[in-house]
């Protein structure tokens, strides 16, 4: 686990970072946070990939990633 994250990207581990936060706001149910950190993760990754820091490799796995959970939140609500 400790070399997965050596060698990645300093954008994916500030995807990373977002996804950690993501998973810890719902474990603690506070689904309005997770709502905002799982928009913030899509945003992040599509900025980061179009500025190019990103590569399309790793885009493809933290979009599929995204999409899982907008899938798993899409009735999420106050």
Do not use: P, V, W
Not at 2 to 29: M, T, V
Not at 57 to 72: G, W
């Amino acid at each position: 686990m400790f070399f997965k994250k050596l060698f990645k990207s300093k954008a994916e581990r500030e995807l990373d970072a977002i996804l950690d936060e993501l998973k810890a706001n719902l474990e603690n149910n506070y689904k309005s946070t997770a709502q905002a950190a799982r928009e913030k993760l899509g945003e992040r990754c599509e900025a980061l990939h179009a500025e190019g820091r990103l590569s399309d490799d790793a885009y493809r796995r933290y979009r599929n990633i995204f999409e899982e959970y907008s899938l798993t939140m899409r009735n999420y609500h106050h």
